[in-house]
């Protein structure tokens, strides 16, 4: 079984990823931090110096490697993963894709306390985020809206409820 977690930044994916897999004793993966391994450097440092289009190249690469070598996991997924290349298609090939279609003000307050991880956000001002999020979120929502399963209020759905909507995709 290979479940993957989509959705825009701050949308919890992480957070919810690490539970869904340790409740299934199944490997997690951070699909951001599986390509900082990858390449010794961190993301904001891999789009400074090598862009946006080197990044979306070694994500497909990294997803693509990551099923080949797991029948079993969960992955998180970056919020542009499956807006590019074939990659949506290629997550429900192979695995249940899970949407956390998580409110906008949620993202927003998450967002603002970690933005200099963030290497998209580094140069839009607080006032300007909110506008961001929701344009981005238009922009992404006609693959977001593909995944198998879309759980629209992470934050008031237990784990056991989270669990069982996505075994039973």
């Known amino acids: 079984m290979r479940i993957f ?13 690490k539970q869904v ?3 299934l004793h199944l490997p997690f993966y951070d699909l951001d931090e599986v390509i900082v391994a990858a390449e010794h450097r961190t993301i904001p440092d891999i789009f ?4 946006e289009e080197y990044f979306r190249n070694k994500e497909k690469e990294m997803l ?18 499956p807006c590019f290349f074939n990659n ?11 949407w956390l279609n998580t409110q906008v003000d949620v993202m927003l307050h998450r ?25 981005k979120l238009n922009e992404r929502r006609m693959y977001y809206e593909q995944a198998d399963v879309i759980i629209d209020k992470e934050d008031a759905i237990s784990m056991n409820d989270f669990i069982q909507t996505v075994l039973h995709a």
Not at 88 to 98: A, H, N, P, S
Not at 113 to 124: G, N, Q
Request: aromatic fraction near 8%; charge should be positive; hydrophobic fraction near 35%.
């Open 5 to 17: 977690l989509i959705g825009f930044m701050g949308s919890g994916k992480t957070h919810w990823g």
């Open 21 to 23: 897999a340790q409740r």
């Open 48 to 51: 400074g110096e090598s862009g």
């Open 64 to 81: 693509e490697k990551l099923v080949d070598e797991n029948t079993n996991m969960v992955l998180s997924c970056g919020g542009g993963t």
């Open 88 to 98: 949506i298609e290629f997550m429900k090939k192979y695995g249940t894709v899970v």
């Open 111 to 135: 967002l603002m306390k970690e933005r200099e991880l963030r290497p998209l956000l580094k140069d839009i001002t607080n006032e300007d985020l909110k506008y961001y999020i929701i344009r």
